[in-house]
């Protein structure tokens, strides 16, 4: 829960998404309800801004249903 931690799980999320773009996707997919804030944020910052929002909006709607 420590956000540097959270923050560096994102970074490098991000930065495996540059190589591995529809692993990532898939996984964040799958676990952007899982995930802190700050990870969720860094691990999509690098996405172009129309999956940015769907992965936003999908997230928002997994939360709510929580």
Known sequence: RRIYVQTAVGWVLGEMGNVYQSEITKYLETNAAKMDTPAFSRAIEKC??????????????RLVKQ
């Open 48 to 61: 172009s801004p129309t999956e940015r929002t769907r992965l936003q909006e999908m997230r928002k709607l």
